[in-house]
């Protein structure tokens, strides 16, 4: 039982030394409470507390508050009191004495900055300094010394100061490109599609009624396309009066030139398809 005890408070004390820069020789913060206990159950406080914590120049430490506390309290106390005033009266600022347990809470602080081991066996104080982090809590369970496992807010802190640790700095990660580093990536604008892969608008054309769009002239039976050509270049140029004679002109001359070269001007022949007669039988 003593050695997983030992093991337990060599862990936890491992724990503070890593986050909390709890080292020894460690201070111990006592109250009349863990003493008056200790005094009752028979055990010699400075040779335990400095077995269990492995340090054999622990420091025991108390408070003047603690002191008058104790002297209030009667001749119930004195055994109490005679021992505890063997221990270093540690300076708590308080000009008229203080309640010991509000004495004890303001040395802790917010953090522990002055790395206290706090002994004691109020359950509110336990409570109140279980709040802050880094405050290793030393209690008396029956004729034995324990040592409280880290709360919930110095394993909190614990973890955030681990965070903190991994983090790589701002100019680091920038170099790096990883991390906080890394700057914030603009969001694109939404962009129209691009104008070379659009097919063009095709122009309407114009209706027959009110539009000025020219049509080619139908052609002519026994006129060459060259005299529709000529013939519809007399109508655009308004020249009204002659255009079946330049038409016949272009034609002549188009006959000439076959003529000329022994080639006959090709007419297209269209298939007549006869109907066959159905003979119809009458019966009778």
């Given at each position: 039982?003593?050695?997983?005890?030992q093991?337990?408070a060599?862990?936890?004390?491992k724990?503070?030394h890593?986050n909390?820069?709890?080292?020894?020789?460690?201070?111990v913060l006592?109250?009349?409470?863990?003493?008056?206990?200790?005094?009752?159950?028979?055990i010699?406080?400075a040779?335990l507390?400095?077995?269990?914590?492995?340090?054999?120049?622990?420091?025991?430490?108390?408070?003047?508050c603690?002191l008058?506390?104790?002297e209030?309290?009667?001749?119930?106390f004195?055994?109490?009191?005679?021992?505890?005033s063997?221990?270093k009266?540690?300076?708590c600022?308080?000009?008229?004495?203080?309640?010991?347990s509000?004495?004890?809470?303001?040395l802790?602080?917010?953090?522990?900055p002055?790395?206290?081991?706090f002994?004691t066996?109020d359950?509110?104080?336990?409570?109140?300094?279980?709040?802050?982090?880094?405050?290793?809590?030393?209690?008396i369970?029956?004729?034995?010394?324990?040592i409280?496992p880290p709360?919930?807010?110095?394993?909190?802190?614990?973890?955030?100061?681990?965070r903190r640790?991994?983090?790589?700095?701002?100019n680091?990660?920038r170099?790096?490109?990883?991390?906080?580093?890394?700057?914030k990536?603009?969001?694109?604008?939404?962009?129209?599609?691009?104008?070379?892969?659009v097919?063009?608008?095709k122009k309407?054309?114009?209706?027959?009624g009110?539009s000025?769009?020219?049509?080619?002239?139908?052609?002519?039976?026994g006129?060459?396309g060259?005299?529709?050509?000529?013939?519809?270049?007399g109508?655009s140029?308004?020249d009204?009066?002659?255009?079946?004679?330049?038409?016949?002109?272009?034609?002549?001359?188009?006959?000439a030139?076959?003529e000329?070269?022994?080639?006959?001007?090709?007419r297209?022949?269209?298939?007549r398809?006869?109907?066959?007669?159905?003979?119809?039988e009458l019966?009778?």
């Amino acid at each position: 039982m003593k050695i997983t005890r030992q093991k337990h408070a060599k862990r936890v004390l491992k724990f503070y030394h890593i986050n909390f820069d709890l080292h020894p020789p460690f201070k111990v913060l006592v109250d009349g409470n863990f003493v008056y206990a200790a005094v009752e159950h028979k055990i010699m406080v400075a040779e335990l507390v400095s077995s269990l914590l492995g340090d054999p120049k622990v420091k025991l430490c108390t408070t003047r508050c603690v002191l008058a506390e104790l002297e209030k309290l009667g001749s119930a106390f004195k055994p109490a009191l005679s021992v505890i005033s063997q221990y270093k009266i540690v300076k708590c600022g308080h000009e008229s004495p203080v309640v010991a347990s509000e004495c004890l809470g303001y040395l802790a602080g917010e953090s522990n900055p002055m790395g206290f081991l706090f002994a004691t066996q109020d359950r509110s104080l336990m409570a109140e300094l279980r709040e802050i982090p880094g405050s290793p809590i030393l209690y008396i369970n029956f004729n034995l010394i324990a040592i409280d496992p880290p709360s919930d807010k110095s394993l909190k802190m614990a973890r955030k100061m681990d965070r903190r640790k991994l983090r790589v700095p701002t100019n680091e990660a920038r170099r790096l490109g990883i991390g906080g580093g890394e700057k914030k990536k603009k969001r694109k604008k939404t962009k129209g599609p691009n104008p070379l892969s659009v097919k063009k608008k095709k122009k309407s054309k114009g209706k027959s009624g009110g539009s000025d769009v020219e049509r080619p002239a139908k052609r002519s039976k026994g006129l060459d396309g060259a005299a529709v050509a000529t013939a519809a270049a007399g109508n655009s140029a308004g020249d009204e009066a002659e255009p079946v004679a330049a038409a016949s002109a272009a034609a002549v001359d188009s006959e000439a030139a076959g003529e000329a070269t022994g080639e006959k001007p090709k007419r297209k022949r269209k298939r007549r398809h006869k109907k066959k007669k159905k003979s119809v039988e009458l019966g009778l």
